[in-house]
C-alpha cells in the first residue's frame, strides 16, 4: 500500500500566485516525520521544510509553510507568492518511527511549473 | 555549501565491470545513510538503509550482491554496483540524517549518473 501518496502529477500556476501541493500519508506510528523536497532539472534535492508528528504548530520556511493536518494524515505545502524559479519536481518523504535506522521514503512527486 | 558530497558525479563504464560511488558528510556525523535509485521522470526509491558498523538493511526486491553497501565510519558510506549491467543504468542518490533537538533533515549528495554500456 502506498505510503505516501501525491495526486497531482503536474500543476501550471501563475507567477506570484500561492500554490498548495497535496501529500498524504499512512502511518500507524505514533512518531513520525515528514518533508518536503524541491528537485530542479539539476537532479540535486533541496530540503524545504520538516514538520514532527508531535509539533503543535505547522512548520515554516520563508516562503514555504505545511499545512498539517494530522487527523486527516495531510501534509500539503503551501508556497507563496510564487516565482519562475519554484518551477522543479516537488517531493513529499516520510520517516516512521524516529530510531536513527528509521527509512525515509518518498512520494511520486508533482512537478509544478510557475507561468510569467 | 554543501554538507553531503557524492563522487563521482557520472560514470559511464563497460558491461561486467564494478562501479563504487561515494558518500560523505562533511561536517556531521551520520550514523544512518540512505541509497535512493531514481529512473527518469521518477520518484525515489529506497534502495538500502545503511549504519555505522552493521549490515545495510536492504529493501524487499534490491539485490544485496549487487549492491553492496559499506558504512565503516560515521561520516563515508560507499554503494559499489558490481558487475553493472545496461539495466542499472541510473541516478543513484544519497542522502545522510542529520537530527536536531528541534529539527531534523535529510541532506542529499549530488546524485550519480550510472552509464552502463
Known amino acids: 500500500a502506498q505510503k505516501i501518496t501525491q495526486t497531482q502529477p503536474g500543476m501550471f500556476v501563475q507567477e506570484k500566485e500561492a500554490v498548495t501541493l497535496d501529500c498524504t500519508y499512512d502511518t500507524s506510528d505514533p512518531s513520525y516525520g515528514l518533508f518536503w523536497y524541491k528537485q530542479p532539472s539539476s537532479g540535486e534535492m533541496i530540503f524545504l521544510i520538516y514538520?514532527?508528528?508531535?509539533?503543535?504548530q505547522n512548520a515554516t520556511e520563508g516562503r514555504y509553510s505545511l499545512n498539517f493536518q494530522k487527523a486527516r494524515k495531510s501534509a500539503n505545502l503551501v508556497i507563496s507568492a510564487s516565482q519562475l524559479g519554484d518551477s522543479a519536481m516537488y517531493f513529499c518523504?516520510?520517516?516512521?518511527?524516529?530510531?536513527?535506522?528509521?527509512?525515509?521514503?518518498f512520494g511520486s512527486g508533482t512537478r509544478l511549473s510557475i507561468r510569467p | 555549501g554543501a554538507v553531503v558530497s557524492q563522487h563521482p558525479s557520472w560514470v559511464i563504464c563497460k558491461s561486467g565491470t564494478s562501479v563504487k560511488i561515494e558518500c560523505r558528510s562533511l561536517?556531521?556525523?551520520?550514523?544512518?545513510m540512505f541509497w535512493y535509485r531514481q529512473f527518469p521522470k521518477q520518484s525515489l526509491m529506497l534502495m538500502a538503509t545503511?549504519?555505522?558498523?552493521?549490515?545495510?538493511?536492504?529493501e524487499q526486491g534490491v539485490e544485496k550482491d549487487k549492491f553492496l553497501i559499506n558504512h565503516a565510519s560515521l561520516t563515508l558510506s560507499t554503494l559499489t554496483v558490481t558487475s553493472a549491467h545496461p539495466e542499472d543504468s541510473s541516478f543513484y542518490i544519497c542522502?545522510?540524517?542529520?537530527?536536531?533537538?528541534?529539527?531534523?533533515?535529510?541532506?542529499f549528495g549530488s546524485g550519480t549518473q550510472l552509464s552502463v554500456l
Open positions: 542522502s545522510a540524517r542529520r537530527q536536531g533537538r528541534t529539527n531534523e533533515k535529510l541532506f
Open positions: 514538520q514532527g508528528s508531535y509539533d503543535q
Open positions: 561536517d556531521f556525523q551520520a550514523t544512518t
Open positions: 518523504a516520510m520517516r516512521e518511527g524516529y530510531s536513527s535506522a528509521s527509512k525515509i521514503i
Open positions: 545503511s549504519n555505522e558498523g552493521s549490515k545495510a538493511t536492504y
